[in-house]
Nanobody
Framework: LVELVESGGGSVQAGGSLRLSCVVS????????IAWFRQAPGKEREGVAV????????VYADFVKGRFTISQNNAVKVVYLQMNSLKPDDTAMYFC???????????????????????WGQGTQVVVSS
């Protein structure tokens, strides 16, 4: 099985930085992709960034390009989200999600969509004040 545990959230002023961590515990299944999603109160959950477990290829949502960086350390199985130049609109619960090897992707689907991610962490709260 796969288990995800996020950490690193907190409160920061606009323009500041945070680094989120997602510890990926894998027992029997391999992982195709690890992604970060976020959900603000009253809003839909949206994809932030994705990294391929094998190749390390990364995909970003337009609203974080140039500000956020997703990375991984395969040796210790940790995925990071470095968040710089934070804005109040970045305030949300941030979730780590995994798409395991056995999942067949929805044809035409986006890696930034929630639909094919089958393992989810508990979330870590990020608050950005003005």
């Amino acid at each position: 099985l796969v288990e995800l545990v996020e950490s690193g959230g907190g409160s920061v002023q606009a323009g500041g930085s945070l680094r989120l961590s997602c510890v990926v515990s894998v027992t029997t299944d391999s992982v195709q992709y690890i992604a970060w999603f976020r959900q603000a109160p009253g809003k839909e959950r949206e994809g932030v960034a994705v990294i391929a477990g094998g190749s390390g290829v990364r995909v970003y949502a337009d609203f974080v390009k140039g500000r956020f960086t997703i990375s991984q350390n395969n040796a210790v199985k940790v995925v990071y989200l470095q968040m710089n130049s934070l804005k109040p609109d970045d305030t949300a619960m941030y979730f780590c999600a995994a798409m395991t090897q056995g999942i067949r992707r929805t044809p035409g689907g986006s890696l930034l969509s929630t639909q094919d991610y089958n393992i989810w962490g508990q979330g870590t709260q990020v608050v950005v004040s003005s």
